[in-house]
């Protein structure tokens, strides 16, 4: 009887109208497939909730409150939930509106729904059998991206939620431009400049907007904590856990970096922490299904020179650089090429690195979903004629073996840009790029 009275109290909730949310928009989207599952996905703390809690807002003034009902299963009072409970909470709800059965489009928003085991039977049954669109959003630990399509037999469509993009992060600071970047005045230039380094320092998680430095580490350090501990660590069953946090830091210290399993193992086994490689190997995964780092491989067709070639590695948000690089040195470049690959991500990129005949390397080769190409180099620092060169130089060298890539070079700031390019080659400030100017 408690629990049905829980249940009963959740459903009360979730059909009353309720205040506006005031929480910055986000450019996230659910796609228009029809009969499909709308999965969030994402990193603890980048916003999932508030995402789903944005959706019922902006549903609700085209749709009847009771129509679009938003329930949350992280309670503690329906820890271990019988997915037989949902059945019955569906059957309570159109015994409160029988209207609505099989005459409308009712939507319900399932957040955490990944603690009632088996949840993913009782969501196929209801497309099946109802007039009904459904989101689910959870923690990665249970809801990973194979997962979903797995569990739910294709009718699985996945929406990433990460931390702000640049955009995003200006119309959280309430500084989202209104006109185009090639309507900006020197005054709009100097201010979206002055941002995007803060932004680069601070990085795009919600929470950590507007906090003292000391905090926003406290803060960032702790969502690693949780991701390691909850999300790995108890679901993997990892006993070797100083292993896994000495990796983590070394990945999050070292941005950009060439990643080699084989010199991982050699460096852990010095500190006296024996771990198999592949056992590095599986912690690797790890992190990545747990949305805290990203890895792009050497932009090859051969598989077996995308295997033997090191990964480069990259946090989730350039805020966790600065929380676990007390080091004191400046992380501009760093940042800068951890935010182009983000964005890349965003635009469902396919991404890898290339290292030319030549010996240069260019940070990214990004092929569409139309067929584009681009070949793109990051660079923060031009403080000398040989540095930009170089960089230019690894664009035409690397040009050679994709020779329908656009080769584009992103800087810092306006007034990095180059006035003699390369035939072929577009320069432009990294924020013009990011704010959806790709000339």
């Known amino acids: 009887m408690a629990l049905h009275n829980v249940l009963n109290e959740k459903l009360n909730a979730a059909v009353l109208a309720g205040p506006h949310l005031k929480a910055t928009r986000r450019d996230a989207a659910l796609p228009a497939v029809a009969g499909k599952v709308y999965a969030v996905i994402g990193m603890r703390r980048a916003g999932k909730t508030t995402f789903l ?3 019922q807002t902006e549903w609700r003034t085209s749709m009847p409150p009771e129509r679009v009902v938003y ?8 820890a271990d939930l019988p997915m037989e409970q949902l059945g019955l909470l569906l059957e309570e709800y159109y015994r409160r509106y029988p209207q609505l059965r099989g005459s409308e489009m009712v939507r319900w928003l399932l957040d955490e729904v990944q603690l009632v085991k088996g949840w993913e039977r009782f969501v ?9 669109e459904i989101v689910v959003s959870g923690s990665s630990a249970k809801m990973l991206s194979r997962e979903v399509h797995t569990s739910l037999r294709g009718r699985g469509m996945e929406i990433v939620i990460r931390p702000f993009s640049f955009r995003e992060f200006l119309r959280h600071c309430d500084t989202e431009p209104k006109r185009h970047v090639r309507e900006f005045t020197a005054v709009d230039r ?3 400049e002055k941002k995007f380094l803060e ?3 601070v990085g795009g998680f919600p929470e950590a907007q507007g906090l003292p430095e000391e905090l926003r580490v406290d803060l960032l350090q702790g969502y690693v904590d949780t991701v390691l501990f909850r999300d790995i660590v108890e679901r993997y ?10 990796l983590t830091r ?3 210290r070292n941005p950009s970096g060439s990643l080699s399993v084989h010199r991982l193992n050699l460096d852990l086994k010095a500190q006296g922490l024996g771990v198999a490689k592949d056992s590095l190997h599986a912690m690797m995964g790890h992190l990545q299904d747990a949305f805290l780092i990203s890895t792009v491989t050497l932009a090859t067709d051969s598989e077996r020179r995308r295997n033997s070639n090191p990964r480069k590695v990259y946090p989730v948000d350039t805020g966790l650089i600065g929380a676990f690089d007390r080091s004191g040195r400046t992380n501009v470049g760093h940042a800068l090429e951890t935010v182009v690959l983000h964005e890349l991500e965003r635009r469902k990129a396919e991404i890898g690195y290339v290292r030319t005949p030549g010996g240069y390397e260019v940070d ?3 092929r569409f979903h139309g067929g584009e190409e681009e070949l793109i180099q990051v660079c923060a620092d031009t403080g000398s004629g040989e540095t930009l060169e170089r960089e230019m130089r690894a664009l035409r060298d690397a040009a050679a073996d994709f020779p329908h890539a656009r080769q584009r070079l992103l800087m810092l700031t306006f007034d990095q840009i180059p006035i003699n390019l390369g035939q072929g080659m577009v320069s432009q400030p990294a924020y013009e790029w990011l704010l959806g100017e790709s000339s």
């Not at 329930?71 to 329906?78: A, G, H, I, T």
């Not at 069953?237 to 000495?246: D, E, F, K």
């Open 364 to 366: 990214f080769h990004a």
């Open 53 to 55: 809690r944005q959706l």
């Open 250 to 252: 070394q990945c999050l």
């Open 237 to 246: 069953g990892i006993t070797q856990v100083a292993a896994l946090r000495w």
């Open 71 to 78: 329930l949350s299963f992280d309670d503690d009072r329906l």
């Open 124 to 132: 196929r049954r209801v497309l099946d059998s109802e007039q009904m």
């Open 199 to 201: 932004y680069l320092a």
């Open 190 to 192: 100097s201010l979206i």
